[in-house]
Nanobody
Framework: QVQLVESGGGLVQSGGSLRLSCAAS????????MGWYRQAPGNQRELVAD???????NYADSVKGRFTISRDTAKDTVYLQMNSLKPEDTAVYYC???????????????WGQGTRVTDSS
């Protein structure tokens, strides 16, 4: 099993910043991708950004230039620095981690419990 602990959500005014963190722990042999998704009321869950083991990252067009994803491989932790927040960024943000339990195991994917980000404007 793998546990994900998210933190960093909250209330922020438009133009403000927040930093989300997600730490993975448990039976982890390797992690090949860590990412953040979000779901606003009435909408489907969508990819915000992800980062792969080689360091390459991918962003939704709506957050490019404002959000930055990074990863501390030693701590199995992924961060999402969110700047210039807008009302449309209001959502529950979910961490997602994909990897392997062991060298010979299949792949796993886990979701965090979600952390709420609200633009208070």
């Amino acid at each position: 099993q793998v546990q994900l602990v998210e933190s960093g959500g909250g209330l922020v005014q438009s133009g403000g910043s927040l930093r989300l963190s997600c730490a993975a722990s448990g039976c982890i042999f390797s992690i090949h991708v860590m990412g953040w998704y979000r779901q606003a009321p009435g909408n489907q869950r969508e990819l915000v950004a992800d980062i792969r083991s080689g360091g390459s990252s991918n962003y939704a067009d709506s957050v490019k230039g404002r959000f930055t994803i990074s990863r501390d491989t030693a701590k199995d932790t992924v961060y999402l620095q969110m700047n210039s927040l807008k009302p449309e960024d209001t959502a529950v943000y979910y961490c997602n981690v994909g990897g392997k339990y062991s060298r010979d195991s299949g792949l796993f994917t886990y979701w965090g419990q979600g952390t709420r980000v609200t633009d208070s404007s």
